[in-house]
């Protein structure tokens, strides 16, 4: 769960900011969006084999 503490003197606005971007790096949406559908093994290990070959593939670019 996550949560913040409003500084007094601090305005929802800033408080409100403050939680979206601590919320935003934490993960929580993707791991929601990842959640919502079935997925079949063989098509998630087919996007995996695919994500690697990209990430590789950037680091042969950039040597």
């Not at 949560?3 to 929580?28: C, P």
């Not at 969006?33 to 996007?47: D, E, V």
Request: hydrophobic share 25%.
């Amino acid at each position: 769960m996550i949560g913040i503490t409003v500084q007094e003197n601090e305005s929802i606005d800033k408080a409100l900011k403050r939680f979206k971007k601590k919320y935003e790096r934490s993960g929580i949406l993707k791991e929601y969006k990842k959640r919502t559908f079935f997925q079949k093994p063989s098509i998630k290990k087919r996007m995996e084999r695919i994500k690697a070959e990209r990430r590789a593939q950037r680091t042969d670019n950039r040597d």
